[in-house]
């Protein structure tokens, strides 16, 4: 079970690689039901990446995918071309987004943006990788 305490924890981790890396971010981190558990921006992280963080955190949790392995499959052409634009455009398709699982299930997610898609995916996998 995702909590506010285990998503506050788990986030720290996410800070320490973006200060690693010089780069502000949005982090959130929502649970099970994809809602909202745990948010923070750090200083100087884009006002406008605010909701781009919490809609991957959504994405990777609704649909239990990385939102750049989303992302890769949602090319012209392929399965899930245009589910960016269905659940009234809450899906992101650029890496920042991964699901986080406890003993083998799906708990929840977390969100990353506010640099580039290599940078929020970094982060997001410094943040997966302190939840198990």
């Known amino acids: ?3 506010m305490e285990k998503a506050q924890k788990i986030i720290e981790a996410g800070i320490v690689k973006a200060k690693q890396i010089g780069q502000p971010m949005n982090i959130a981190v929502v649970d099970a039901g994809a809602n909202l558990t745990a948010f923070v921006r750090m200083d100087g992280a884009w006002l406008g ?7 991957k955190a959504f994405t990777a949790k ?3 995918i990385s939102t750049l392995e989303l992302g890769r499959n949602s090319q ?3 399965q899930f071309f245009g589910i960016n634009v269905s659940n009234h455009g809450r899906v992101m398709i650029f890496g920042g987004g991964i699901p986080i699982k406890l003993n083998g ?3 929840g997610a977390v969100g990353v943006s ?13 943040v997966v990788a302190a939840a198990s």
Do not use: C, L, R, Y
């Not at 605010?50 to 809609?55: E, P, R, T």
């Not at 290599?118 to 410094?126: G, K, P, R, T």
């Open 49 to 55: 990446s605010i909701d781009i963080a919490i809609n």
């Open 114 to 126: 506010g640099g580039s898609g290599e940078q929020d995916h970094a982060v997001a996998e410094a």
């Open 62 to 64: 609704a649909f239990d």
């Open 76 to 78: 012209p052409k392929d």
């Open 1 to 3: 079970m995702m909590t």
């Open 105 to 107: 299930q799906i708990v």
